[in-house]
Nanobody, 123 residues
């Protein structure tokens, strides 16, 4: 059974950092491009970042470039999102998911999703 489980969310002050984790089971992460999406209340879902194992290609939304870093540990079958210099507008539920396709401008979600983890940036 395919499963993605996120962890690491929480409450952080503006300017702070969090690291999200996404542990996969039932498949190996290096078989897919995989990434993070987020959805804030009243807003559409946004692709945040993704990574493709075959060539290491990555995508970052303009809103997070220079602040967020995606990585994966194939030995642990786990993906990470290091989030630094967090802003209140980063507040959202963050989901990890497989990625069907991406380019420099957009990432398209694939079939498998985690349950989400809440990130709240507030003083």
């Amino acid at each position: 059974q395919v499963q993605l489980v996120e962890s690491g969310g929480g409450l952080v002050q503006p300017g702070g950092s969090l690291r999200l984790s996404c542990a996969a089971s039932g498949f190996t992460l290096d078989s897919y491009a995989i990434g993070w999406f987020r959805q804030a209340p009243g807003k559409e879902r946004e692709g945040v970042s993704c990574i493709r194992s075959s060539d290491g290609s990555t995508y970052y939304a303009d809103s997070v470039k220079g602040r967020f870093t995606i990585s994966r540990d194939n030995a642990k079958n786990t993906m990470y999102l290091q989030m630094n210099s967090l802003k209140p507008e980063d507040t959202a539920v963050y989901y990890c998911a497989t990625v069907a396709a991406f380019n420099d401008y957009v990432m398209i979600p694939g079939r498998y999703w985690g349950q989400g983890t809440q990130v709240t940036v507030s003083s």
